[in-house]
């Protein structure tokens, strides 16, 4: 059974108060709404970073937790176009002189790469790096750097990948601009057949990471979690902010005395990004579990799960929802990425990128 299928099975044990599906779970066609305007034609953008100098984003395409292959996609914000960034349609990826990340690491994913996670970080040289997770013909955080051509288009460029400790499943990822990498292990996947049981029960199944170019891969004290799943960095790299999906909780962890130093009650978070006022803006799964059943079985669908964003304050840990939504043209929000007067919504099913505008947020006074 793959480790979807054993996702799914999770939720159906804690269906037990679930009667039928809520209306607006399965969409079909792609059509916007007032409120709300989608791009279809892509594979579930999981996850969004937004390119120095704001005119593009990166997505990261979900292959269903490694079951299927995907891509990163380059968005262009005014046009509202994609192209495939990685892998590269017309020729072969190649392996840079000085490899980074691990040291057994020496080649760049293949077309079965299945991305998740994501994060953009500018190292101390001033370079641009792009880290995802990927599930695909390896479990890894790939790393490439962001360069632009002469007609200033970005372009990737696979540098090395950081290879995990075994029996890792990895979630989301963020960098530093010393060239650590900070993930987090989702859940052990040689161990998932107990371990869906145990988070029935808010049971302990992850944790994370710290990797080092001299140390390699140590787990971080104090981390563990259920199903840990989204991670952001504090933008002095003294914090992150660690999403325990199944405990319902948003961790503040201090990465320099190792110990957690806050903790907010968030239902069901998932990925995090920078929003306005400094606050960290969390997608929080609201719906009812009949509807992500739907969700989880129909992946290549778009799915109307109902979502909530909720905007943390780093410092109080105080929260407060800014947007709430429920059916088309799109649910089942992982991430939401602020960039001018819109805002970009991902998601771990369906065919689509959303967007909306920043006026529809109750951002507050500046």
């Known amino acids: 059974m793959t480790n979807r299928k054993l996702l799914i099975a999770v939720f159906l ?3 037990t108060s679930s009667c039928g599906v809520p209306e607006g779970t399965v969409i079909e066609g792609c059509t916007s709404t007032e409120k709300m305007r989608v791009v279809c034609g892509m594979q579930s953008p999981e996850d969004i970073a937004v390119i120095d100098g704001g005119d593009y984003l990166l997505l990261s395409e979900l292959g269903d937790m490694g079951v299927r292959s995907g891509r990163i996609l380059r968005f262009d914000v005014t046009t509202e176009e994609f192209q495939v960034a990685y892998p590269f349609p017309a ?7 000085n490899v980074q990340g691990s040291a057994d690491c020496l080649t760049p ?3 079965d790469i299945s991305p998740h996670g994501s994060h953009l970080v500018q190292l101390r040289d001033g370079s641009w790096r792009y880290l995802v997770v990927n599930h695909g013909d390896r479990e890894a955080v790939e790393l490439f750097s962001v360069e632009r051509d002469e007609e200033g288009m970005p372009h990737l460029h696979w540098q090395g990948c950081v290879l995990p400790a075994e029996n890792t499943h990895i979630n989301d990822v963020v960098g530093l601009s010393n060239g650590d990498v900070v993930y987090t292990r ?3 996947p040689d161990d998932f057949m107990s371990q869906q049981l145990g988070m029935l ?3 302990n199944t992850g944790d994370v990471w710290r990797w080092s170019r001299a140390k390699g891969p140590r787990l971080l004290p104090y981390t563990a979690g259920s199903l840990t799943n989204g991670i952001e960095i504090s933008a002095d790299e003294r914090f992150v902010f660690i999403n325990q999906y199944m405990n319902e909780e948003v961790h503040k962890y201090d990465l320099e005395e190792e110990r957690i130093v806050g903790i907010a009650p968030v239902p069901n978070v998932d990925n995090s990004a920078w929003g306005p ?3 960290l803006w969390l997608a929080s799964h609201t719906g009812e579990v009949s509807a992500m059943m739907k969700c989880f079985r ?4 778009p799915c109307g799960l109902a979502f909530e964003i909720v905007a943390l304050d780093p410092d109080s840990m105080e929260s407060r929802v800014v947007f709430q939504h429920q059916g088309p043209p799109m649910g089942a929000v992982t991430v939401a990425t602020p960039l001018g007067d819109k805002v970009y919504l991902g998601s771990f099913v369906g065919d689509r ?14």
């Open 13 to 15: 044990l804690a269906a």
């Open 91 to 97: 020729r072969e990826a190649s392996a840079p002189e």
């Open 109 to 111: 994913p293949s077309e």
């Open 186 to 188: 989702m859940y052990r």
């Open 201 to 203: 029960i808010k049971a």
């Open 277 to 279: 006022n400094g606050e």
């Open 298 to 301: 129909n992946s290549s669908r």
């Open 353 to 366: 990128l959303a967007i909306v505008a920043m006026s529809e947020f109750q951002v507050g006074d500046e």
